[in-house]
């Protein structure tokens, strides 16, 4: 019924209805959202409780602007990417293509190659997928 595409090149993760009757479409669309809207706050959750214990390095982003630079440490390999600046967990977002397809991802042009090293996308997606199908199967009804 379900098949999740986990893409990291592209930076986005989909999930599309194989077969669905004309009367469930707009339950599908409402759970997309339901579920678009679930796997944002899980991964943006996971962003913010990742664990800096990876490498040690500096971060001067901000000396652009007059404000000095400071130490920080990477999250550990395979799990969330640490929150540093918070731009690559306010670009994670979803979209709802027609009633078949959705799409949850990443915005921010670098996340490719964190996601590499660190997979926010997977982890969110594979973490719990009995309360990912229960969310579509309460807005459809038909699973």
């Known amino acids: 019924m379900f098949n999740f595409k986990i893409d990291t090149n592209a930076r986005k993760v989909e999930v599309q209805i194989l077969a669905a009757p004309k009367n469930l479409q707009n339950g599908i669309r409402q759970g997309f959202y339901k579920l678009g809207k679930y796997l944002v706050k899980t ?84 973490n719990d997928l009995a309360h990912q199908y229960k969310i579509m199967r309460d807005a459809s009804n038909i699973m």
Request: no cysteine.
């Open 43 to 126: 991964a943006s959750d996971g962003i913010i409780k990742s664990p800096k214990i990876g490498n040690r390095y500096y971060y001067s982003g901000h000396e652009r602007r007059g404000k000095k630079g400071f130490w920080t440490k990477s999250g550990a390999v395979g799990a969330y990417p640490a929150n540093q600046t918070g731009f690559l967990r306010r670009s994670l977002g979803f979209n709802v293509i027609g009633n078949r397809k959705m799409e949850f991802g990443l915005k921010a042009k670098y996340a490719q190659y964190v996601e590499k090293a660190r997979p926010a996308l997977k982890l969110t997606v594979l």
